[in-house]
Every structure is written in structure tokens, then in C-alpha cells.
């Protein structure tokens, strides 16, 4: 699916949607509110620690803020109905290359994807291995690999880890496009998949309460070091009208990543009750993850560029964009720089 055909696969229905049930609004043109849209999972993890702080209460605007899926926040984005968007980057990239113009200002996380393997078969992949046409020698059919939807960053580091990475073909491999984490879990637990290539907590959360039999034979820090998973992006519009909230956004932002490093209990029950509570993810399951070394929270944009960089290429190449943007076009780092340097 190119970047045309995603556009609008989300199309009038999500506009629709958007302009029907979203809580952004805007009474006028002049109103200085900040509308923020953010995808409430770990990867913008940020969102969730400014908001139960209550930090979107001290920005210099009032902010409306939301919570909703990636797919939904580009179309926000590009309609002009958010004028803030914190999401995964191959996401951020459909924004960037569509007509309204926007930046990202801050990275999230990064290093944030683990391949889970079955371990039956988990030898097939070492070094060396014929991996997944091994696989399909043995099994009599291609290996199952779940990712998020399509196009998302799971996706793509999937595909990217096939063809670049293991020097494989796409067509020895039947991807499965699951909703989110617990779709994940559940594809994991149930043996619809052999694997998958997704973010913290769904790996330690397997892990440490199941007996699945998966392993972990990578991350992505291994073989796209620095890839960027979430990041900040702000229309243009808004940036040069408002360049003081950005700055306070970001400035907020900073704390809330220092405030995961620093407080990683508080931010351990915090990713719990995102997920659900307890029965879900428990506190010390999520605390788990918190240390694992896949998803480093950052907000410095400079810390993601060369991962970033890797990605929009080969996004590119896949016809996710209509351009290779180069990491000049893709961040305008000076509200970071003033705010957080």
C-alpha cells in the first residue's frame, strides 16, 4: 500500500469520524488552543506521564487533547483538525509527505522492536541459518510473522529485517497484520503466529507470565541501531504561530522522559493502568519492561536522525513516500535546541 492508497484507505470515513466524534475543536481561527492527538502506547509513552502529571494543564495554551490510533492521527494531522500529533514514524512520514506541511520536533522512543521467535525453530534463524525458507523446507508452508497494521513502524522493521537484514525474500514470508498489543498476545499464545516483530511490554509480559515457548533472537537496536518508533510532529501553521507552546510542549516533554528514567515505579503503574490494570499488565511485569534494554525512551530529535534516516529510505522504497526525505526535511530540531540544550 503506497502513500496515496493509505491516505485514502483512512479516507471521508475517518475524516468523517474525526470531524464527528473527535473532542479537537477549535471555536476560531485565533484561538491559541493546542489540539493534540497521541497514540496512548508505549512508544509515546511521554503522552501518557504528561497527562496523568497533569502537565498539558501548564502549557502557556489550553490543550485538547485525545487519544486515538495512529492511522486516525495522520488524518487529524493532514485535515488540520490536530495541530499536534505524537505517533509511530513511518505514520509521521505519510504527514510529512502529504500537502500540509509539517515537521517532527522531538523523537519518543527508539530501539523499541523485538523479534519473538517459536523456539522450536528459533535455531534456524542464528547467524548462518536459512531462516524462514528453512522454515518452510520443514513445515510445507511460509512462517507466520505478526507485526501491527500495515504500514506501521512494526511492519516495516519486519520487512526491513527480512530483506536487509537476512538477505530474504518477502515472498518466503506470511505476515500477519495484527490490532495492537493485546491482538499480539493473543495471535502469540494461541499459535496463530510463529512469531512476530513487536514492541515492550507484549515481549516481557509473554515472558514473564506464560509459558509460551518463544525467544527473543533480535531487536531492532541490532540491526537498525537508533531506529526511531514515536516521535512529535506539528504542522507548520501551528509551529510559526505558535512557537512559544511548541517550546513548552517540548520542554514537558524532556520532563516526562526524565520522569520515566527517574521514576520508573511511578511510570511502571502508569503503563499498567494504560493497559488495562492489573489483570492486564501488573505493575512489576511493566516495570520489567521499563528495563529491558528494547524502547529507550529520549526526546532529543538529533539521538533518532541516522535511524531515522535508514527508515525514511527504505519507506521510501516500499512507496510509503512519495519522496526520500533526508532528516533536514523530516525534524526542525531548533525548539528542542532552545527548550532542552
Wanted: charge should be negative; glycine fraction near 8%.
Amino acid at each position: 500500500m503506497n502513500r496515496r492508497a493509505f491516505l485514502g484507505s483512512l479516507g471521508s470515513a475517518v475524516l468523517a469520524s474525526a470531524a464527528g466524534c473527535s473532542a479537537l475543536g477549535r471555536t476560531s481561527t485565533t484561538d491559541p488552543s493546542l489540539r493534540l492527538a497521541y497514540d496512548a502506547a508505549p512508544p509515546h509513552f511521554q503522552a501518557v506521564v504528561m497527562k496523568r502529571e497533569g502537565w498539558f494543564d501548564e502549557l502557556p495554551v489550553p490543550v485538547e487533547d485525545e487519544t486515538a490510533s495512529c492511522n486516525s492521527i495522520v488524518q487529524l494531522l493532514v485535515s488540520g483538525q490536530a495541530d499536534i500529533g505524537m505517533i509511530g514514524t513511518i505514520p509521521a512520514l505519510v504527514v510529512i509527505d502529504s500537502e500540509t506541511p509539517a515537521h517532527a520536533v522531538s523523537a519518543s522512543s527508539k530501539n523499541a522492536f523485538v523479534v519473538l521467535v517459536d523456539e522450536s525453530v528459533a535455531d534456524l534463524f542464528e547467524p548462518g541459518g536459512d531462516g524462514f525458507s528453512a522454515f518452510e523446507a520443514e513445515a510445507g508452508r511460509p512462517f507466520e510473522l505478526g507485526t501491527y497494521p500495515k504500514g506501521s513502524v512494526s511492519d516495516i522493521t519486519a520487512r526491513y529485517w527480512i530483506q536487509e537484514e537476512r538477505g530474504e525474500s518477502l515472498d518466503d514470508v506470511s505476515l500477519v497484520h495484527l490490532g495492537g498489543p493485546g491482538a499480539a498476545r493473543q495471535a502469540l499464545l494461541s499459535g496463530e503466529v510463529d512469531g512476530a516483530v513487536i514492541p515492550e511490554p507484549t515481549p516481557t509480559l509473554i515472558e514473564r507470565t506464560t509459558t509460551a515457548p518463544y525467544r527473543r533472537i533480535t531487536d531492532v537496536g541490532e540491526f537498525i541501531p537508533g531506529e526511531p518508533a514515536g516521535v512529535t510532529v506539528v504542522r507548520d501553521e501551528f509551529r510559526s504561530e505558535h512557537p512559544d507552546a511548541v517550546e513548552a510542549f517540548i520542554g514537558r516533554h524532556a520532563e516526562a522522559t526524565a520522569f520515566i528514567q527517574n521514576e520508573p515505579d511511578e511510570a511502571a503503574e502508569y503503563m499498567s493502568a494504560v493497559y488495562g490494570g492489573e489483570s492486564a499488565l501488573d505493575v512489576e511485569t511493566a516495570r520489567a519492561a521499563l528495563d529491558s534494554p528494547a524502547t529507550e525512551y529520549v526526546t532529543d530529535p538529533h539521538d533518532i536522525s541516522s535511524g531515522m534516516e535508514i527508515l525514511a529510505k527504505y519507506a521510501h522504497r516500499l512507496g510509503k513516500t512519495e519522496t526520500a526525505y533526508g532528516t533536514d526535511r523530516i525534524f526542525d530540531t531548533q525548539y528542542y535546541d532552545r527548550t532542552v540544550e
